[in-house]
Every structure is written in structure tokens, then in C-alpha cells.
């Protein structure tokens, strides 16, 4: 179905179909804050539908249904298929991490009698957006005995929040003659966390009494939080939005969309011919790098794991179980915003509810850094959407030079494996609250199930 809206003609089944699967959306969205917290939601929702921990294998065979986790921040899930693996895996690749703001490691200070934490943003932010909105605070604290200190304190009604202050209109001329890149500075994005001085201590009696709070609730001192990794998301959970329901709004949905939706559909997935996959990768939004991001060599190892469990240790099937394999690089896409037509090219952009959305190519100028996808492989997808009535649209992020953006898409095409960007488009991406289409997701879903199938 190519380029059709997803609620013409639809029926009474459909429509129903597509609300229920959305609030499973919504509370993985409202739990999963974090890619530490996203990790977690996967791995509960995974051992309930059958799936087991690498290690807990002896040996793997057709229908085996595996996970790896690395560092608590990235996420691996397999279903061993009944061909060999050398002969290629259906990969569906999301990301879990989102635009926010990071703590630094020392951050808590006092200034004229009120505790500010500073923070360091992580991703693209129009740092405007993060001023006077309630938020809240999700990490771990490693104290030096190596104990891990989970941290959550802003999403429960009974729970403060935290926030950054902003000039009142009355006295911002000077502030709202600057451009929106620049008026809230990054080093200005500093978080209010108390204001009541600490009884009979004199000096940052107020930084004092924070610190004590801390100590009482979580055990940790001031020099813990630099072992700590903090993060500074919107508080409050996913919503439905606008007065029909029909699209959901949420922080982190840039990738937590396509994350759950590649999810639900390998937990589904009972014993497929090809061996499925999907992964859930970290610091997407930073280029990919790091140890739990997609250019580490975290998901090489695991194949080379699975490949020795079914008792093959030659490189070459490493080798070729990569280079035959295919996969969704599954991440959102812009959607056309009526208010903002000109930044896209209406005959080559994403709309929301006409479904998942293929790019070809992602990039900035001359497709700049792009995998453009061969049409082979396209071809190959048309004809698997047409065959299960799978509503899909293809796009461009944006006009050629409005700007551009990138994916993990290349990353994987390295394997010289057969790469397209799947996903879903959003409103409003990277702001505290993101915009997508229940329609959307629910297609974006059927259309990753009906790949790893
Ligand atoms: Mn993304
Ligand atoms: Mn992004």
C-alpha cells in the first residue's frame, strides 16, 4: 500500500488494533527514559516472551531464542533460524538513546543561595526547548567498592521535580534580541535543585543540604558523582494527543518508536527460516560512537558467539553470515509539519499516517555520509509490503540543503550487508516532546514482522 493513508477505508478491526498496540507503546515509552531504563523494559518484556540470556545456552539450534546485553546500554536479541546462519540474518537495528541533558561530574554547586546541578547537553537540542519544563533526573552512581546506585527521582506524583530557569519577559529585551542558536547558552542549561541552607553550616550551607539529602536517600557522597552517569530528561510520561487520540506524545520517541515496534515484532517471531535479530544500539545521537554504539564490534562478537554455540569457529562463516544478511536500519524520519512546508519537498517527504517510511538515503548536501540503499533491495521490500497490504511511503530528511541528518544505516552496510532506512516520521523531533501517528507505529511494526517472518 504506497502512499496511502493509513485511516481511509480502514476497518472497525484495524482501528482497534492500532489504538491497543499503542498503549503498549506508551508504557514502554513512559519506563524506558533512558537507554540504561530501555535496555531493562526490553530485557522484562524478552524473558517473558521465551527469551533467555546467551550464557544460559549450552548450544544453540533452529528456534533458540537468545539475548546479549552490553553495559546495561545496548541490547541484542536473536531467534536461531532453521537456516544456517552463514546464509544471513533478517537484522532489524534501532536506537535507544535520546536527545537530553547530561550531569556533568562535578556538578552540584551554590550561588546566591540556591543549588544549581550543571549539565552537558548529549545530541542535537535546540537548548531553548529545555528551559522551564518539570524535569527529571534517571542514572547509576558506581561508588568506588564497585556498588551500583540506581538514581530516579522526578516521574511519581509524590516526587519533586527539577528544572532550568528562564528570564521573565519584563526584563529579557537584551535576551530576545538574540538568535534561538544562542540566547539560552549551553553552559546556562543549569538545573535549580534547592534552596533551603543547612542548619549551622555556614559556607554553601544550601549545597550542604542538598548533599545531605543525597546521603540519606542514596548512600553517596559528593566525590561519587564522578563515577556517576546522570541523565536530565522531560518528567511525565507518554500521552495520547490531539482530540481524536490518534497520535501519541512523548519525550524520546526519536528512536524508542522503532526501537519497541523492531521488538514486539522478533518477540512474536516463532521459528523463521533466516536467523532474526534485532538490536538495540546506544549514543546514535552523539555518531554512533563508543562501546555500545553501532560502530563498536559488539554485534560482530555476538554472531562469532552464536556461530561457536552451533559449533562453527571458522572466520569465513563469521564472514559471510554477515555479508548475506539484510536489515531495517529503523529510525525515524521527518514528518511534513503544515506549519513548515518549506523545509520539505511535498513529493518526497514523510507525511504522518501513511505509514513506515523508507530512505533510500539519509545525509546532508550531496547525500553526504548516506548508505543510499540499493533498488534492488527496495524492489525486494515493495513486493513484501504489497504482499501483507503494509501501508509505506518513501522520504527525504527534508529539502536537498535545508539541512540534513545521519543514521546507523552505514555503519551496517560495511558488512556489505543489503541496508535501508525503515521507520517511522515524527513531529516536533528532538524536542522534549516528540509527535508520532498511532497509525504509523502500528504499520512500522507490521512492517518489521513481516521482515524478520
Ligand atoms: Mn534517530
Ligand atoms: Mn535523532
Known sequence: ?????????????????????????????????TERLAVKESEKLAKKAGFKRFDEYKKLAAG??????????????????????????NVLGAHIDSPRLDLKQNPLYECKGMAFMDT????????????TLPLALHG????????????????????????????????????????????IEGEKLDLTVGS??????EKEAVKANVLKILTDKYGIDEEDLVSAEIEVVPAGKARDFGLDRSMVMSYGQDDRVCAYASLIAILETEAPEYTACCELVDKEEIGSVGATGAHSVFFENTVAE????????????????????????SDVSAALDPLYPSVSDENNCAKINYGVVFNKYTGARGKSGANDAMPEFIAYLRKLLDDEDIYFQTGELGKVDAGGG?????????????????????????????????????????????FVK
Request: aromatic content about 12%; some cysteine; overall charge neutral.
Open 1 to 33: 500500500m504506497y502512499q496511502k493513508n493509513v485511516w481511509e477505508g480502514i476497518s472497525e478491526e484495524k482501528k482497534q488494533a492500532i489504538f491497543a498496540f499503542n498503549e503498549g507503546y506508551k508504557a514502554f515509552l513512559s519506563a524506558a527514559k
Open 64 to 89: 533458540d531464542k537468545v539475548y546479549f546485553i552490553n553495559r546495561d546500554k545496548n541490547i541484542i536479541l536473536y531467534i536461531i533460524g532453521k537456516k544456517p546462519l552463514e546464509e544471513g540474518m
Open 120 to 131: 552537558h547537553y548529549y545530541g542535537g537540542v535546540k537548548k531553548y526547548q529545555y528551559v
Open 140 to 183: 547509576v552512581v558506581y561508588k568506588k567498592d564497585g556498588t551500583k546506585v540506581e538514581i530516579a527521582v522526578g516521574e511519581n506524583d509524590d516526587e519533586p521535580v527539577l528544572g532550568i530557569n528562564d528570564l521573565l519577559p519584563h526584563l529579557a529585551q537584551e535576551q530576545m534580541k538574540g538568535n534561538a542558536a544562542t540566547f
Open 196 to 201: 533551603i541552607p543547612m542548619e549551622g553550616d
Open 306 to 329: 552464536l556461530l561457536n554455540k552451533m559449533g562453527r569457529t571458522d572466520y569465513i562463516a563469521l564472514k559471510r553470515a554477515m555479508e548475506n544478511s539484510k536489515m531495517l536500519s
Open 406 to 450: 545521519g543514521t546507523i544505516a552505514y555503519i551496517l552496510a560495511k558488512y556489505n550487508m543489503s541496508v535501508i532506512d525503515a521507520g517511522v516520521p515524527v513531529l516536533s523531533m528532538h524536542a522534549p516532546w516528540e509527535v508520532t501517528a498511532k497509525a504509523d507505529v502500528y504499520e512500522a511494526y507490521r512492517c518489521y514482522k513481516a
